[in-house]
């Protein structure tokens, strides 16, 4: 079993800057397993955000959030942060950690076998 715990979350007004943290732990999970961030808003479907290799070298993004988040992961490798900058309304929503053994693109396409319980970003106007 796999345990993603996520925090970081919180209220910030348009234009500003969050940092989601997500921290894996379990016997099932090793440094050599990719990493991921989805968001859900109220009403919609739950979408892609961002992912990242286990070396860290390969990274993914969705188009909606190029050039103002950027995904990385900590030093030890069981932890990858989600930098948010220029935030926008539309960035409210309900942020999910992802992971995943069998690749980048199976945690690009949302199959990951093991997900977070989110943590909640609000972007005021």
């Known amino acids: 079993q796999v345990q993603l715990v996520e925090s970081g979350g919180g209220l910030m007004q348009a234009g500003g800057s969050l940092r989601l943290s997500c921290a894996a732990s379990?016997?099932?999970?090793?440094?050599?397993?990719?990493m991921g961030w989805f968001r859900q808003a109220p009403g919609k479907e739950r979408e892609f955000v961002a992912a990242?290799?286990?070396?860290?070298?390969?990274?993914n993004y969705a188009d909606s959030v190029k050039g103002r988040f950027t995904i990385s992961r900590g030093y030890a490798s069981n932890t990858v942060y989600l930098q948010m900058n220029s935030l926008k309304p539309e960035d409210t929503a309900v942020y999910y950690c992802?992971?995943?053994?069998?690749?980048?693109?199976?945690?690009?396409?949302?199959?990951?076998?093991?997900w977070g319980k989110g943590t909640l970003v609000t972007v005021s106007s």
């Open positions: 379990g016997r099932s999970f090793s440094r050599y397993c990719a």
């Open positions: 992802a992971t995943d053994n069998k690749g980048l693109s199976t945690v690009v396409a949302g199959r990951s076998d093991y």
């Open positions: 990242i290799s286990w070396t860290g070298g390969s990274t």
